[in-house]
């Protein structure tokens, strides 16, 4: 099972003084005990407006139900620094161990883009995705100082690495997972999105009600991330592990195709933010000796994750 852990002693719309690090002290020991023991937590009164999400969905939707050709137009350009920006063909993501492509497509979005947005074909995807970037960087940095203080640090020992004034690779994916046909037999390995981990400091998942989506614990066992309604999914990525020394590990994580399922038919939508450290945040073990110093942006783009052509 995955924690609920009730964030309301540091929830957003709380806009009183801050809480001292006594009064974060159980909260900060529950968070960390949770992504320690089990890997994954759901976040509940968080204060972050999830109508955000629901508004972000329906028009998402709207995008990939447009031609191909017309998508197309605005596929991510590997050359154009912010390099996944933009959209991603169906049959095109392969996982970084898979060499199936998965059964989604999907639009990212980087606020240092600079390049074009589909506003005339679907207004509202890029104001509607950029400001739901804003409350969930905020949000990220209130659970790295929970973390921090989790692991009896100074409650800044993260944050300093996550301005929000810095270029960063903070971003957001909306993802569709298509519907799969009746009688489809996927082929060998392939799911709508195969096991991976994701490079970041922490991962949002936002879904809507299809489900599918597997977490594997600290124990090693698939266990289903179920959607819970009002509440928010928080993973851990690859910076956490390497700061942490693998006190907190990347959290390994997939959706699979429900076979024989009554929502093998129907389509799947998530939104998906990745909290990061800022491009020259220095990643590598800040106590022990595992993992060496590096700059981010270097060390991610050594790293294939889940995006190969
Ligand atoms: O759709 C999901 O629930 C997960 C997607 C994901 O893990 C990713 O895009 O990195
Ligand atoms: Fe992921």
């Not at 690779?169 to 991976?196: A, D, F, I, W």
Request: aromatic content about 12%; overall charge negative.
């Amino acid at each position: 099972m995955i924690p609920v852990i009730d964030f309301s002693s540091y929830r957003l719309s709380d806009v009183r003084s801050p809480p001292s690090d006594e009064d974060l002290a159980p909260l900060a020991d529950e968070v960390y005990k949770a992504f320690s023991e089990v890997g994954a937590i759901y976040l509940k009164n968080h204060g972050f407006d999830l109508s955000l999400v629901d508004e972000y969905m329906k028009i998402s939707k709207k995008f990939f139900s447009l031609p191909k050709d017309v998508k197309e137009k605005f596929s991510y350009d590997k050359e154009a620094g912010y390099m996944y920006h933009g959209y991603h063909h169906l049959q095109e993501h392969l996982s970084h161990d898979s060499t199936v492509a998965d059964m989604k497509e999907a639009y990212n979005t980087y606020p240092q883009w600079k390049g074009e947005w589909p506003d005339e074909y679907v207004p509202g995807l890029k104001d509607q995705g950029l400001n739901i970037i804003k409350p969930c960087m905020e949000l990220n940095n209130r659970i790295l100082q929970t973390v921090a203080l989790g692991l009896k640090w100074p409650r800044d020992t993260l944050t300093k690495l996550h301005s929000t004034d810095r270029p960063s690779h903070n971003s957001m994916r909306t993802l569709y997972y298509y519907p799969v046909p009746e009688g489809y037999k996927p082929k060998p390995g392939q799911s709508r999105c195969g096991k991976h981990t994701d490079t970041g400091s922490f991962t949002f998942i936002f879904q809507d009600n299809v489900g599918g989506l597997e977490i594997k614990n600290v124990s090693g066992e698939w266990i289903p991330a179920t959607p819970l309604p009002g509440a928010i999914l928080v993973i851990i990525g690859h910076a956490t592990q390497c700061w942490t020394d693998d006190k907190l590990k990347a959290t390994e994580h997939r959706v699979g195709v429900p076979d024989g399922d009554v929502n093998i038919a129907k389509g799947r939508q998530s939104v998906i933010f990745f909290g990061d450290p800022d491009n020259d945040a220095m990643i590598g073990s800040i106590e022990g000796t595992k993992y060496q110093a590096a700059r981010y942006d270097e060390y991610t783009a050594d790293f294939i994750y889940d995006i190969q052509k």
